[in-house]
C-alpha cells in the first residue's frame, strides 16, 4: 500500500511515532523512526543562502509542532558572503491555512526581503514536496519517492534568485 503526505505531515507522523516508541521503550522502532526523520530531513531546504542545510530539532519537537533550525549565509550588494545569520522555524497546524510558519530569526536593517525568501521557500518545501511511500514486510524495507508540484511560484522564485546571485526582486515573477 502506497501513502502520499505532504513533507510537513511525514514529518509530524514520524516525529509522534517516534516519541510514542520513546514513552513505550520500542528501541527497534525508535531507530527506524530517527532514520525515517533524518531522511526526510534531508528533503528540507539547502542550499541558496540556507548552506549548513536544515535540521529537526527533535528535543523541541511534537507531532503538533515541528521545530527546525537553519542558518543563512548572507550576501552583500556585491555577491559576496559577509556573514550567518541562525534562526527557528516553528510549523504548527492552522485550520484556515493548513500550517503555520513562524520564524524566530534575527533581522538587520532590511531584511524583511530575507524572511520573505525563507518563508516562501519554507512553505514550498513543507507543503508542495509530497512524500510517497510504501513498506514491504517480508523484507522490512520501506520505499519512497518525492513528487514536486511543477506549478509552484517558488519555483519560479527560487530559479530566479539562483541566477540573479540570491538578489531577490518579486516584480521579475510572472503571476
Known sequence: M???NPLYKALASTIAARLNCIESDNTEWIGKH???IDALQDLLPSGSGIDCGTKVDLDNSTGEKIVLTADYHHMNENGMYDGWSNGTITIT???AHTINIDFDWPLEGDDCDLLDYLH???HW???DVTVV???DKESDTFFARIDYKESSEIGRITD???EQNNQFDR???KE
Open 34 to 36: 530517527h532514520d525515517r
Open 2 to 4: 502506497e501513502t502520499r
Open 93 to 95: 497546524p492552522s485550520l
Open 120 to 122: 516562501q521557500t519554507y
Open 160 to 162: 530566479y534568485m539562483v
Open 133 to 135: 511511500e510504501s513498506y
Open 171 to 173: 516584480s521579475r515573477i
Open 125 to 127: 518545501a513543507l507543503l
